[in-house]
């Protein structure tokens, strides 16, 4: 079932974004552009050492200092949490959680672990004060590499008897796996390393609390994603009623999954406000951001095929080492059960078999990142498929297409136990290929080979498929996830015949206002500038998930989409009224409700708000106001899909990759503005291609995060990436009504891949099958060296790596 | 110490301490907070401003080094009556911004480079944007904004 636009049709087209006046002009507000009068900075102490005993905390000094009004240690502050940090998804039931609260009481597990606070006048003089706070450490062993980590040589934590917190597994039918691995003809066995990533989202956090007068509420600020879940946590954690909390994600600057998430700044300036009765901030600086701020990604892959000899995959085991960092944060158990069922990708596998082990580490915890993942499982089999090809001769595309899930399979019930409820997997790739012009690449990558040319050229594929529209709560039971996965949603007529809508989810740069505007002006027949969107405000919307997980449209546009369904159902009945004819006789067209084949009888959507708030003539029963509120749970998951092809040039001298072509092809169903697709498609992937090439969080062999700055972590410029071509196909999601399936994340889910074969492609016939990312060019500088002593290279010419 | 800068047109006189910086003057005693901060060691753009008309990084200037100087910030592109300046509204219509923390600086950016270069290529632009980061957008749509932005000067000249 799909939507078809009731009135303007305005749903489809590339209708500009109403959110960005504000932006552009500088008016729009974020959290730290604020002015809040007699407003308290406060800084924190953080630890230097990724693993230490707190032995004391000298706030004397501190406390003396200019401006500064308090100072308090962990110690101090332990009174006032009546609850640990939150972690909303134990993924066993034997997971294993060491303690953790916003400041360390006895123990720091890695560098940037909060110690103490200072609250002063100024943020200067917070700064200079939490500079004198002294504090005695004794220092202890650090577990810092995630495969010793996983074997207990050091421990992360006192109190833990290991750093293991949980095994997860997923394997249907051992049986079958086992005999699918016997019978093969041919195995692949591959060892991935999804380094640690920092999501640096353009705006660093912040947060400002704000008690109301009068013994009333909290107003809490916050550089957020997650509002609403963030004040049940905040209530929780800090043992505020719930109803006294009101939070406010004002403008938020971008957030990745960095701001989906509960954190102990929030917590502490919740405290601190209620206990000195003052408005207390805090805002993160870029440095403090890189280790106070999770991570992402961080694991150690295994993935092995089966397959027979034409290529077709048998089997599929995966076995995971995750990250954890130092503690659990919000859902950091989670995120790799989220990709734990797409090790399989895109292709038809009958026998599957998936293990994960979550390991503490004394570094920054990690959480969710763009993909949360499913751009790990992504990439494991993306490449391992690339892996079967080279051991079969099959080119990559033609690898692909023996195993796709074939289009009439769909609904297709995967071995691992999902529903993917739609894909046309090789329509997509088709349309990749021909706006590549493949095989032009090829030919041109053969003549470069055969040139001796010392830039040679790679070409990357990477066919993929995500989980979005997070999700339905009942699945979430089953994965043992806290909360449900519904959204929430409020659709009104005020009298003037102008709309308010009420949203739960909550945008941080995904234009939210004009594609709920676009859903509602279509489903009333008014135009998308008469429509009000709130949004991120407790106060306003009470009910709420949230925005993460490619879940927004799909979840939360489709209430909205019910939501108006409702109002116009209401209208249809009072115009029944008033025209005396049955509500199975009109139709609305053109903001009017007319009846069918006598369209002089009509009244507008407007008038019927006015007549319902004057309330002077409804049909008996009837309530006054058109207003409807809807909660919509998904049935199932949305199955984005898509190919994406990276074209690179490889320098075989230095090393160095440059990307200078990329194309990608998205099948996201129906889309409401492909203005805003392509721009998520565009954003999406330079994340993927960074996490490729260029970033990863360094640590010293003493757990120091070395990459603290934007100059030193390297989040691409404008001058490292080339424009991008993109294409969609549309394959509606019967999921849900709107027959959308999500885009936020397809583009980093796909090119981390893309890019990463491109770069093997280029170098396999010289011996380089195996790199890890990112891909600097010291590593394909150091790979081409290795395959040259080793002789493992297939001479082409007098160029290359000899 | 007093330092008098004058910020889109208006002269305003104010006592800082010696080590303010540029975006917290403007920012904090001008209250122009569509500045931002983006980051602590002058890599990301997001707090560009235009100095005597050529762009900055208001992080990397004190606030003393501006005294007697022309600032323009992103509240000073528009026009009076609202209407958004070239530059701006091609990234409207380009959809060259996503969040929005980075699109003052990129803006600033843009102005001051299409000043130098009027007519620019694609690798230039790229080229010109290298000290201003944006993690939504890809850059893609930002190119194509300046690229446009560029043509429509070139059709109203």
Known sequence: MTVTAAGAGVVGTRLLRREDPALLSGEARYVDDLAVPGALHLVMVRSPHAHARIVSVDLEAARSMPGVVAAFSGVDLAGQWAAPMPCAWPVTEDMVSPPHYPLAVEETAYVGDGVAVVVAATRAQAQDAAAAVDVAYEVLPAALDLEEAAADRVAAHSALASNRSYTWELTPDPAAVERAFAEAAVTVSERYVQQRLIPAAMEPRGVCVVPQPFGGELVVYSATQIPHILRTMVGVTAGVPESRLRIVAPAVGGGFGSKLNVYAEELLCVVLARTLRRPVRWNEERSEGAVATIHGRGQVQTIELAADADGKVTAVRARILADMGAYHQLVTPGIPILGAFLYHGVYDVAAYSFECIGVFTNKTPTDAYRGAGRPEATYAIERAIDALGRRLGLDPVEIRRRNFIAPERFPYTSSAGLVFDSGEYARALDMALELAGYGDLRAEQARRREHGDRRLLGIGLSSYVEMCGLAPSRVLASLRYAAGGWEAATVRMLPTGKVQVVSGASPHGQGHVTSWSMIVADKLGVSPEDVEVLHSDTALSPFGMDTYGSRSLSVGGTAIAMAADRVVDKARLLAAHQLECAPEDLELHGGELAVKGSPTRSVAMGQLAFDAFTAHDLPEGMEPNLEASVTFDPTNFTFPFGTHVAVVEVDTETGRVDLVRYTAVDDCGNQINPLIVDGQVHGGIAQGVGQALWEEAVYDAAGNLLTTGLGDYLVPSACELPSFTVGRTVTPSPSNPLGVKGIGEAGTIASTPAVVNAVIDALAPLGVTDLDMPVTPERVWRALEGAARSGAGIPTSEGGAA | ?157
Request: proline letters at 3%; charged letters at 20%; glycine letters at 8%.
């Open chain 2, 1 to 157: 110490m007093q330092v008098t800068i004058t910020v889109n047109g208006t002269s305003e006189t104010h006592e800082v301490e010696t080590r303010t910086l540029l975006v917290h003057y403007l920012r904090e005693a001008c209250g122009h907070t569509g500045t931002n901060v983006g980051c602590d060691t002058t890599s990301c753009g997001a707090c560009t401003v235009l100095l005597d008309g050529e762009s900055v990084k208001s992080c990397t200037v004190l606030a003393a080094q501006a005294d007697g100087r022309d600032v323009t910030t992103i509240e000073g592109m528009a026009s009076p009556d609202g209407t958004l300046h070239p530059i701006q509204q091609a990234f409207h219509e380009e959809h060259g911004l996503q969040c929005g923390y980075c699109t003052p600086g990129m803006v600033m950016a843009a102005a001051s480079f299409l000043k130098e270069n009027p007519d620019p290529t694609e690798a230039e632009v790229r080229e010109a944007l290298e000290g201003n980061l944006c993690r939504c957008t890809g850059y893609h749509n930002i190119v194509q904004s300046i690229l446009a932005a560029a043509k429509n000067r070139e059709l109203v000249s």
